[in-house]
């Protein structure tokens, strides 16, 4: 039970520390669905979903009108699109129909998104994952709300080479054919390693095969009150700090374990996962750069920052698991350069580079994230950079991935606009020396020794 003190400190974290439910996220399986006649198929996907999440922004909108919570997105993950259409699909044209009623029902439904136009090709690629890989640029060129995802290693399996290869020329496609709104689509796209079942974050969700015919996961947020609680404690020791902020975890995932269990509730789906994962907004304040300067960094990116960033996801990741045992997806700290503010600025000014990125996905969640490069960035180049955070996340045992958008026609210093949630960006360098020789090698890079455990 709530006493009166913490219903105020909640009240307090929502209308001065930007606190909030990031998303509810209903996961429906599609697998029912498939079959060999495409038009079938797609009037199945359309159904199942109207029937499952028609009211879900409905009850979302009400849940936080009732118990006076922010609930910014509410969104729907389906299974992964490539092994639904596998028997209609014989062209990527057919799978690009399917993503057009993907969007089609998510407009209908109202979500923001709706993840899941996806392959899981960690150890080899099917016929039908080939054709949805290369339907992807034209399906998000022609689509508003679908994202997608594909997953091409994890530490059980290695890494597929074949897939990184072509994923590289897959971004560099999907700028091109976006090119006329910032390159949005890549922003829309995901390239995983040791992707989760039950993310439900975009552009990165999924609805996994283990799971059932429908869940509710909810995603929190709140970097603007963690920011508070640490800007209360400067000066004071590490365990001083960790307290502070293992407590503060604490009371975010309850306020999203109550979301979780009403949208449950009122929708009769069942209760999934929180992922309390603190993500960052555009807006001032909402920051995890600012989080880590307010520990005392004088930027983001300065030494001391990769420490500084282990700390506060192992914190978060503390406070959280004692207030749910339910916790899954991703949970951590995204440092999605455009979506943060403070990124912004630390990239702007030089104090942030995308080598540091990568040095501070080690020990965070997910990886390179809505970063902006060049536009004439080769394809080999994006290829080795998704190769290098895949190995991260495949050694480390771990969650990482890449969202990388080539800006088309943009040089190292320029912005570019996504609007909204996904915010803006600074064009960062990338190492210009090539690895196309790398790259152009067949076959899989095989799993750490590490992974042979049974």
Request: glycine residues 10%; hydrophobic residues 45%.
């Amino acid at each position: 039970m709530l006493n009166l003190y913490e219903v105020m400190e909640t009240n307090k974290m929502i209308d001065h520390d930007l606190l909030d439910v990031r998303t509810i996220t209903m996961g429906i399986s599609l697998l029912d669905c498939a079959g060999t006649d495409l038009q079938e198929v797609n009037e199945k996907i359309y159904a199942k979903i109207l029937k499952y999440a028609g009211k879900l922004v409905e009850t979302g909108e009400s849940i936080s009108r009732d118990f006076g919570i922010p609930i910014v997105n509410k969104r729907v993950s389906v299974t992964p699109i490539a092994l639904v259409g596998a028997a209609a699909c014989h062209s990527p044209e057919d799978f690009v129909t399917i993503a057009k009623t993907l969007d089609k029902a998510a407009k209908e439904i109202g979500v923001n998104f709706i993840g899941g136009y996806s392959a899981l090709v960690s150890k080899s690629m099917t016929s039908a994952d080939r054709l949805l890989i290369r339907s992807i640029p034209k399906a998000l060129a022609c689509t508003e709300r679908v994202c997608s995802s594909v997953n091409l290693g994890s530490t059980k399996a290695g890494l597929n080479m074949d897939a990184v290869r072509l994923m590289g020329s897959i971004i560099k496609e999907t700028a091109e054919e976006t090119k006329d709104n910032g390159s949005l689509g890549c922003a829309k796209l995901v390239v995983f390693c040791n992707a989760p079942d039950d993310n439900p974050f975009m552009a990165g969700a999924f609805h996994g095969v283990t799971e059932g015919d429908a869940v509710i996961n909810v995603g929190v947020s709140g970097p603007g009150v963690v920011k508070s609680a640490v800007e209360k404690v400067r000066g004071k020791n590490f365990e001083v700090l960790c307290e502070t902020i293992k407590k503060t975890a604490f009371k975010i995932t309850r306020v999203g374990q109550l979301v979780a269990q009403e949208a449950s509730s009122r929708l009769n789906v069942p209760f999934g996962i929180i992922d309390l994962s603190l993500a960052p907004t555009p807006a001032v304040g909402d920051s995890v750069a600012e989080i880590l300067e307010a520990i005392g960094l004088e930027s983001v990116g300065a030494p001391g920052t990769t420490a500084a960033l282990a700390m506060l996801n192992d914190q978060v990741k503390k406070g959280g698991v004692m207030a749910s045992s339910y916790v899954g997806g991703l949970s951590g700290a995204f440092i999605p350069v455009s979506e943060d503010q403070g990124m912004i600025d630390a990239v702007s000014k030089g104090a942030l580079t995308i080598e540091k990125l990568e040095a501070m996905t080690c020990v965070c969640s997910v990886g390179l994230d809505m970063i902006a490069i060049p536009g004439d960035t080769s394809a080999s180049t994006i290829s080795g950079i998704i190769a290098d955070e895949a190995a991260i996340g495949m050694v480390n045992q771990k969650t990482t991935a890449v969202r990388l958008i080539p800006a088309w026609g943009k040089k190292v210093g320029e912005m570019v606009e996504f609007g909204g949630l996904l915010g803006y960006a600074p064009v960062i360098p990338v190492n210009n020396f090539r690895c196309a020789e790398f790259i152009n090698r067949t076959g899989r890079i095989p799993a750490p020794i590490h992974s042979f455990k049974n």
